[in-house]
């Protein structure tokens, strides 16, 4: 994998990212959160190598899974970075996990992790209710519909030329939809700043969560 400079200036890492998460799951149920649990570990990528020592530099590079030339051989991935990601100043977690409770009193389990890769990869969710259950995963473009009283599956695949691009084609949408609004051509905005400063702030209290060991109530302060 390498490590990045980037990435080793940053704590929690793992919630920055899940805003883009947050941003589609608060989107769809169209509820806003009042209540997060998180916590976090990490168990994979630590040890003992010295602080910012570079894969070239390392006795271990020829048998490291982790080496620049191992996983372009064995791994056939492109290394991200050159620094060492079992070196002692890593800095950011595996792995997280958040409750998130919603004003209707529905929760949301939401988890990641930094280590799952190949076919074991996914990115997506399931919603369930009453009726039925929704799954979709980013990597595959499907969406399946299962019927709770009925024998039925419904899945549906996306072309991948339809997100090839641009954040799964979401950029253009948005796009699309702010000149509209310029233009005054439409009044609704598909996704405002207020819905992505609300995930912001889901992640910086599920931080919060992570690090004291507490609840704590999303919203701003007074």
């Given at each position: ?197 609300n995930s912001t702030l889901l992640?910086?209290?599920a931080k919060e969560s992570a690090e004291t060991g ?9």
């Amino acid at each position: 994998m390498g490590g990045s400079a980037t990435r080793r200036r940053h704590k929690a890492c793992s919630y920055k990212k899940a805003t883009h998460d947050f941003d589609y799951i608060n989107h769809i149920l169209g509820l806003k959160p009042v209540t997060v649990c998180a916590m976090t570990s990490k168990q994979i990528f630590k040890g003992n190598k010295r602080a910012g020592l570079q894969c070239k530099d390392c006795e271990e590079t020829s048998t490291c899974p982790e080496s620049p030339d191992n996983l372009r051989k064995l791994a056939f991935e492109e290394p991200l970075g050159p620094y060492c990601c079992f070196a002692e100043d890593t800095g950011n977690e595996d792995s997280g996990s958040a409750l998130v409770s919603y004003e209707s009193g529905m929760h949301v389990s939401y988890s990641q992790n930094f280590f799952v890769r190949k076919k074991a990869a996914a990115r997506g969710a399931r919603f369930l209710g009453y009726k039925g259950t929704v799954e979709f995963d980013w990597a595959t473009n499907r969406i399946q519909v299962f019927m709770h009283h009925t024998p039925r599956v419904e899945s549906y695949e996306i072309d991948d030329a339809a997100t090839a691009v641009g954040h799964a084609g979401g950029d253009s949408t948005l796009l699309d939809n702010f000149i509209s609004l310029m233009r005054g051509k439409t009044q609704t905005s598909v996704s405002s700043l207020k819905d992505g400063l609300n995930s912001t702030l889901l992640c910086l209290k599920a931080k919060e969560s992570a690090e004291t060991g507490t609840f704590r109530e999303v919203r701003w302060p007074d």
